[in-house]
């Protein structure tokens, strides 16, 4: 009789989406005032389509993705709240 096939580890201390990033990727996740997680997950996969690590992201890289984090915002909170968050972000982003 074979064997079953050996049960597959979960390592519980990553998070989904987990990247480093540098302070301005932690900055710009505060900015959005959603949980951690998922704005690690909405980040790191815009700035991946665009080519950047989150290591070295600069302002110049996160402005031109800000209608797009409000857009994939809109599908999980209420609309005027992805539109706020966009807004603080833009706004960090500008002053940087």
């Known amino acids: 009789m074979p064997k079953p096939p050996k049960a597959r580890t979960i390592d519980a201390t ?9 302070e301005l990727f932690e900055h710009a996740i505060a ?3 959603i949980d951690g997680g998922m704005g690690r ?14 290591s070295a992201v600069t302002p ?7 209608s797009e984090v409000e857009r994939r915002l809109e599908s999980v909170v209420k609309p ?5 968050a966009a807004a ?3 706004r960090f982003l500008e002053s940087q």
């Open 14 to 22: 990553k998070k989904a989406g987990e990247a480093p990033g540098n």
């Open 31 to 33: 900015q959005l005032q």
């Open 41 to 54: 997950v909405l980040l790191n996969g815009l700035l991946a389509r665009a080519g950047v690590e989150a």
């Open 60 to 66: 110049a890289d996160l402005l031109p993705l800000v």
């Open 80 to 84: 005027n709240y992805a539109k706020a």
């Open 88 to 90: 603080r972000l833009r």
